[in-house]
Each structure stands twice: as structure tokens, then as C-alpha cells.
């Protein structure tokens, strides 16, 4: 129980690293190419070396403890791909970095056909933040929490109702369990049900006021996305104000998908480094919260920024919500880059974080509303 306890936890610390070190591939991978590369922060560098070492150990100790008894070894598993692997590839292409994670790959699709599905939505996790994105799909079926529950809730503020997400993987069980550990994390809907509501500081943005501005200018708002958006709660706040809000959202720990579905509300399973699956100049709004930050390489950064702007209609609004860096990157990095979009600022807000990780290293938040012009 303890060891379960303490792999997902290892699993947690492996996917929030691998996360970050496909980010940073993705970066010095277009940084080799001749174009003017904007530079890594040395810091940045050190950090992902010890993640890359804490990787490499995570993982040898993943394959030497999940390795299921039927595969043989995994070095054999690498290289004779699955049968289900290779009819799949003559259907649709395989995204390179699945290739490039070939282990993780086969274990993916060794299944039985037609049959249950492995009980490993960790694994399909773990190969998406990796930047396999979409996954091959796979012919068997999705389990299922035992039981149904009478009604799901009409409010998207009331309890998640119990047993109605498969939470195995995680170290509650239960959905009260995870509203009893961090606030933020969004799963205590008494606190939920407060966010996005009131002005405590300059960095808040009330939705009220939100609607209020793009009302004066004439901007309506129907349709949002919300990137990194937890458990859905901007999304649940924005319906009651008849808008529609597609929240992406990732399983990094905590059954956040289950959550925002439970809610009524629409979860997107996608990375933040994946092409937002809409189309140019859909949405109004694009709210990026706390899972948009300074650990994010400005490369990966330049190419979110960008395709959000490709997805926003003109006169429609990027938010970015509490995006923390170090004031010195603020100022020397993000400001410019945050910049090239040649978006109109409707709010600018910089404060210290005065957590104790905020004061140890520096750094401060980055509240801002911003207009995307017309094409002229
Ligand atoms: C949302 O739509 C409903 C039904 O059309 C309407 O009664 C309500 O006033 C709307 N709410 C807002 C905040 O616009
Ligand atoms: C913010 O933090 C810096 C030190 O990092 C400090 O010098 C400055 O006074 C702080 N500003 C406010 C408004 O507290």
C-alpha cells in the first residue's frame, strides 16, 4: 500500500518532469536550426538536468516493477512492435516522439483485441506528455467505474457524486479524499464556488468585470477555451453566464478529466504542447491559468502564445491568469514576447508571489487581459 503510495507519487514527480523535458527537446531541438534562438536560463538548464537524472532513474524503476509477466523482456518489447502497433500504422501515422519512446510505445499497444483494456491510463499519460499526441487508438474496451450513479449534478458546484471515475491510479479513492488535500488543486466545490467571483488584489480579474469590459467594447463572448484548467471551474463560473467553456486538462495526479466531465462541463485531454484541436479564429477567450508558467522553455512559450492567436477571432481576448515567472524574466523575456503579439492591453497587473517558493526565487505573478486586433 505504502509502495503503491509512493510509486504514483514517483509517477506524479515522472510526468510533471517528462512533461517539462519534451518541452525542452522541443526547444533545443529548434534552437539547433540557424534562426536566431532565443537562450535557455542557465537555471532552467540545471533544473531539467536533474529531472532528466530523476527520469532515467523513475523510469528503469518503472519497467523493473510494472513489467507486466507476459512481455518478456522490455529490450524484446522494443523491437518486435505489436501486432496492433503495426496494422495501426497503415491506417493513420504515428507521431514521431511516440517513435522516439518505443518501450513505453509497445507496452502501449500490447492489448488483446477485442477484449478489456489494460487498467493503464497512467501509461497513455505518461506517452502524451512524452508528446505522443494523439495516441494510437486501440481496439478494446474502456473500463468502467462498477457501479452508475443515479444522477450527476445539475450544479457544477455541488460534491462530485462518489464512485463515478476509476481512481485506482491514484492515491485517494475517494473524490472527498481529494477535496481534503490541497484547495487549489479544485476539488473542494465549497471553495470552487468562490473562485473567479471577487477583487482581493489587482491580479484578480472578477468574471464580472470580465464581461463588463467586453461588453463596452462591444466584444461578445460565446466561447472559450480554458488551457490547464483543473477541474473545470472557470468553465463552471463562465456557463452560468451562458458561455461555453472547453477546458483542457491533463490527469497529473488527480482525476481532473473525470472531474470536469462529472461537472457537465467539456475536458479536452491534451498537452500543453499539442495544436489546440479548434479551428483559426473560433473562440473569444482563451484563459490561460497556473498550468501556463516560466517553466515552460520560451520557445514552446512563442509557439502557445502563437497558436492561441490563431485560434482567437479578432477583437476576442487572451487572459493570462496569474502566470508566474521570475521578475527579471518577466521583464527581459516574457514582456517581449507576451509583446509580439501586438495585442491591445486591457489590464497589466505584476505583484510578487509571496508563497515561500515565490520569495525563494524571486518571482512575481502576471495578471493581464489582451485584445487581439483586427487584421488590418
Ligand atoms: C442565460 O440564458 C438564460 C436562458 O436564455 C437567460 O434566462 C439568462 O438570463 C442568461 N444569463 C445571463 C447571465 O446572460
Ligand atoms: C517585491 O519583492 C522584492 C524582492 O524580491 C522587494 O524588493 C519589493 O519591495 C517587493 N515589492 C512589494 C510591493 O512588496
Not at 191 to 203: A, G, H, N, Q, V
Request: contains cysteine.
Amino acid at each position: 500500500m505504502g509502495f503503491t503510495m509512493g510509486l504514483n507519487l514517483l509517477l506524479l514527480m515522472a510526468m510533471v518532469a517528462t512533461n517539462i523535458l519534451s518541452l525542452y527537446h522541443l526547444s533545443t531541438t529548434i534552437q539547433s536550426k540557424p534562426s536566431s534562438p532565443p537562450p535557455i536560463p542557465d537555471h532552467l538548464i540545471h533544473q531539467l538536468s536533474t529531472i532528466r537524472a530523476t527520469i532515467t532513474h523513475l523510469t528503469s524503476l518503472q519497467s523493473s516493477t510494472n513489467t507486466p509477466p507476459s512481455s518478456s523482456s522490455s529490450a524484446a518489447a522494443a523491437t518486435t512492435p505489436p501486432s496492433d502497433l503495426l496494422i495501426y500504422t497503415h491506417i493513420s501515422p504515428i507521431a514521431s516522439s511516440c517513435k522516439d519512446n518505443p518501450l513505453l510505445l509497445h507496452k502501449y499497444m500490447n492489448y488483446t483485441p477485442f477484449s478489456l483494456c489494460p487498467n493503464d491510463s497512467p501509461l497513455a499519460e505518461d506517452l502524451i506528455l512524452r508528446g505522443c499526441h494523439p495516441l494510437p487508438r486501440r481496439r478494446c474496451f474502456s473500463r468502467t467505474p462498477s457501479t452508475t450513479p443515479t444522477s450527476l449534478p445539475t450544479d457544477p458546484f455541488s460534491p462530485l457524486p462518489e464512485k463515478t471515475a476509476l481512481l485506482t491510479h491514484f492515491s485517494c479513492k475517494t473524490f472527498s479524499c481529494f477535496a481534503g488535500l490541497k484547495p487549489e488543486m479544485g476539488f473542494d466545490m465549497r471553495i470552487e464556488k468562490t473562485r473567479f467571483l471577487t477583487y482581493k488584489s489587482d491580479l484578480d480579474l472578477p468574471i464580472s468585470q470580465l464581461m463588463q469590459l467586453a461588453k463596452q467594447a462591444k466584444s461578445v463572448i460565446r466561447l472559450a477555451l480554458d488551457i490547464g484548467g483543473g477541474t473545470g471551474t472557470f468553465a463552471a463560473h463562465m456557463k452560468l453566464h451562458n458561455v461555453t467553456v472547453v477546458t483542457t486538462t491533463m490527469n497529473l495526479g488527480a482525476p481532473y478529466n473525470e472531474a470536469v466531465a462529472i461537472r457537465g462541463l467539456v475536458p479536452l485531454h491534451a498537452p500543453l504542447q499539442q495544436r489546440l484541436p479548434v479551428f483559426d479564429g473560433v473562440v473569444d477567450l482563451v484563459r490561460c491559468g497556473h498550468a501556463v508558467n516560466r517553466w515552460i522553455p520560451v520557445v514552446a512559450m512563442e509557439f502557445l502564445l502563437f497558436d492561441v492567436d490563431r485560434v482567437l477571432r479578432g477583437g476576442g481576448y487572451l487572459l493570462l491568469d496569474h502566470f508566474f515567472s521570475k521578475k527579471m524574466d518577466l521583464e527581459k523575456v516574457f514582456t517581449p514576447l507576451i509583446g509580439k503579439l501586438g495585442y491591445k492591453k486591457v489590464k497589466w497587473a505584476v505583484a510578487n508571489k509571496t508563497d515561500s517558493s515565490g520569495v525563494k526565487n524571486g518571482e512575481v505573478y502576471l495578471t493581464a487581459l489582451l485584445q487581439k486586433p483586427l487584421t488590418k
